[in-house]
T-cell receptor
């Protein structure tokens, strides 16, 4: 089955530093990947759509300079949380859709990254 | 705006019973609905997809229905087991590339 690998699974950083999260599709190509944020006992909130070879599309209210997204290849997207603050602490999850499977195909999710900013 | 709502935040049932979870959508007509399972600290895992022209879809102990009149999908787990305890998410695309999710229903199956 389609596997999405997300690293790191947990990260603790100090306020003001930057953190990079990687999302890789292991056995399929993904023109589009999605980054979500999830608060405790809440649903997934879409932050941005990552497009291979072009700029990401950010949802309303998400600061693009704060959450830098790079989708350099068909199997890798990265999310960098810049100048992290305690309010950025959250569970970040990436997902990808198999480019060969069509627009209606299900999303394949990574296992998430628990970010704690101290 | 387009919405997907799962009205039950949590559902407690006894092992062996059938769990029924509800998903309602408003302000749009999705071509399909998806159901995912999410365990604590993990990413969601896709379970089933049902299209608007399909009344029912089954996979092992899972059954999903799609009622376009009621604007609702029901997700059933028959002969539920404690291992079925998880959060179940309803999702659909918003007409574009984006997938929107309901808030989820946490299912607790007691032995």
């Amino acid at each position: 089955g389609a596997v999405v690998s997300q690293h790191p699974s947990r990260v603790i950083c100090k306020s003001g530093t930057s953190v990079k999260i990687e999302c890789r599709s292991l056995d399929f190509q993904a023109t589009t990947m999605f980054w979500y944020r999830q608060f405790p006992k809440k649903s997934l909130m879409l932050m941005a759509t990552s497009n291979e070879g072009s700029k990401a599309t950010y949802e309303q209210g998400v600061e693009k300079d704060k959450f830098l997204i790079n989708h350099a290849s068909l199997t890798l997207s990265t999310l960098t949380v810049t100048s992290a603050h305690p309010e950025d602490s959250s569970f970040y999850i990436c997902s990808a859709r198999d480019s060969s499977a069509g627009e209606n195909s299900p999303l394949h999710f990574g296992n998430g990254t628990r970010l704690t900013v101290t | 705006s387009q919405k997907i709502e799962q009205n039950s935040e949590a559902l407690n049932i006894q092992e062996g019973k059938t769990a029924t979870l509800t998903c309602n959508y408003t302000n749009y007509s999705p071509a399909y609905l998806q159901w995912y399972r999410q365990d604590p600290g993990r990413g969601p895992v896709f379970l089933l997809l049902i299209r608007e022209n399909e009344k029912e879809k089954r996979k092992e102990r899972l059954k999903v229905t799609f009622d376009t009149t009621l604007k609702q999908s029901l997700f059933h787990i028959t002969a539920s087991q404690p291992a079925d305890s998880a959060t179940y998410l309803c999702a659909s695309q918003d007409g574009g590339f984006k997938t929107i999710f309901g808030a989820g229903t946490r299912l607790f199956v007691k032995a």
